[in-house]
């Protein structure tokens, strides 16, 4: 798996620098998942999705909910993940799509549209509202906060993590690009 980012020729947003850092954190994470025994990804833990498998969908799921309030359309969820997760393979084959999505959407959009507010039902009951930039912002603070989750599962297996932090990532990828 190629972990090269791609700076846009002009940056006129932080977000475009965070969707990259996300997507180059989503690659490494899937990288040394994919070290591990078939049943090392299922294996019940003391966490709240119970497995790294169920915890990675779960990220992806809420990806794809606020793709679809970004793009004013109903997502069809009824939960904030799936009764069952796909196979790792698949996972990351959408989990990429969706981080070149966002990526995508971060370099288009302009300050105003960042500015504006979407509305939206919560998967959990009750009304939402947030900036595109709020929203942008969150995802990459929820998959963060996710990997972290899965990184401590990892060393229960026990498997080295990958260092994915942020400074990580603008050391040794944003700054040298």
């Known amino acids: 798996m190629n972990t090269a980012v791609t700076k ?3 940056i006129s947003n932080p977000l475009q620098m965070l ?3 996300k997507a180059w954190a989503n690659r490494l ?5 994919a ?3 078939p049943e090392e990804l299922t294996r019940e833990r003391q966490t709240n999705f119970k497995t790294i498998l169920h915890t990675l969908n779960h990220v992806y799921v809420v990806d794809d909910i606020f793709r679809a309030h970004l793009e004013g359309r109903s997502h069809g ?8 997760s796909p196979p790792l393979e698949t996972l990351w084959s959408n989990v990429q799509a969706m981080d070149r999505w966002y990526i995508d959407l971060a370099d288009r959009l302009s300050d105003a549209e960042l500015a504006e507010v979407i509305t939206f039902e919560f998967v959990g009951g009750g009304a939402g509202a947030m900036s595109r930039m709020e929203i942008l912002h969150h995802l990459v603070n929820h998959a963060t906060y996710h ?3 899965v990184s401590d599962m990892l060393y229960q297996v026990p498997l080295r993590p990958t260092a994915n932090d942020l400074p ?7 700054n040298s690009a």
């Not at 994470?29 to 998942?33: I, L």
């Not at 969820?77 to 069952?84: D, I, L, M, W």
């Open 19 to 21: 969707t990259r850092y």
């Open 147 to 149: 990997r972290g989750f």
């Open 8 to 10: 846009p020729d002009k």
């Open 29 to 33: 994470t899937y990288e040394k998942v």
């Open 168 to 174: 990580v990532f603008l050391r040794d990828v944003w």
């Open 35 to 37: 070290e591990l025994p």
């Open 77 to 84: 969820y009824k939960a904030r993940n799936t009764e069952t």
